[in-house]
């Protein structure tokens, strides 16, 4: 089945660390975007990529790092800079950027303890 | 002011109600709207695509007004089912960058 894959699902982090989510698609899409949920709250938008070993910043890059070697996979680093790491991060991705509907992995929730 | 603006609500309605939810966006420019539904604590689901010809699919209707750049959807019936987070996204287009959702529209049917 085509989709788009995150994981894990739950993550827990001690502060201080560098962790790494994974999000992984099969469905060739060129973009893909990560977004950060807090509870209550709509998706705030982190970091993009329309084509491989492209990405930008959104608007709530710093504290973060991507990467985007391989057309299917989009790993998220939320670094210990991010001064307040828990949420639940959402990954996704679309045909082409900015136009066509975007399909969404199941997210992960990210714990600091 | 947001790029893209939705009241928050909760909308609380009973079965069988007919339910409508605005979203106005800031741009222009922009070339494409989505209604997503987001249930609590699971990731946002496509739930239709706005055209300026408005569509229909079963209880739902969107309909997208670009002079007054706003997008709406309407439920008729709704069902307990329905009871969700509703997010609109507007897109500028190809290459002109990120997608832009709302932050939601709670709806909660009651029986």
């Known amino acids: 089945d085509g989709g788009i894959t995150q994981s894990p699902k739950y993550l827990f982090r001690k502060e201080g660390q560098n962790v790494t989510l994974s999000c992984e698609q099969n469905?060739?899409?060129?973009?893909m975007y990560w977004y950060r949920q807090d509870p209550g709250q709509g998706l705030r938008l982190i970091y993009y990529?329309?084509?491989?070993?492209?990405?930008q910043k959104g608007d709530i890059a710093e504290g973060y790092s991507v990467s985007r070697e391989k057309k299917e996979s989009f790993p998220l680093t939320v670094t210990s800079a991010q001064k307040n790491p828990t949420a639940f991060y959402l990954c996704?991705?679309?045909?082409?950027?900015?136009?066509?509907?975007?399909?969404f992995g199941q997210g992960t929730r990210l714990t600091v303890v | 002011r947001k790029e893209v603006e939705q009241d928050p609500g909760p909308f609380n309605v009973p079965e069988g109600a007919t339910v409508a939810f605005n979203c106005t966006y800031s741009?222009?420019?922009?070339?494409?709207f989505f209604w997503y539904r987001q249930d609590c604590r699971k990731e946002p689901k496509l739930l239709m695509s706005?055209?300026?010809s408005g569509n229909e699919d079963g209880r739902f209707t969107a309909q997208l007004n670009r002079a007054s750049q706003y997008i709406s959807l309407l439920i008729r019936d709704s069902k307990l089912s329905d009871s969700a987070t509703y997010l609109c996204?507007?897109?500028?287009?190809?290459?002109?960058?990120?997608?832009?959702f709302g932050d939601g529209t709670t709806l909660t049917v009651k029986p």
């Open positions: 996204v507007v897109n500028m287009g190809t290459n002109a960058g990120k997608s832009t």
């Open positions: 996704a991705s679309s045909m082409q950027q900015g136009y066509t509907e975007a399909f």
């Open positions: 990529s329309q084509i491989v070993n492209d990405f």
């Open positions: 741009n222009s420019a922009s070339q494409s």
């Open positions: 706005v055209y300026s």
């Open positions: 469905l060739n899409h060129d973009a």
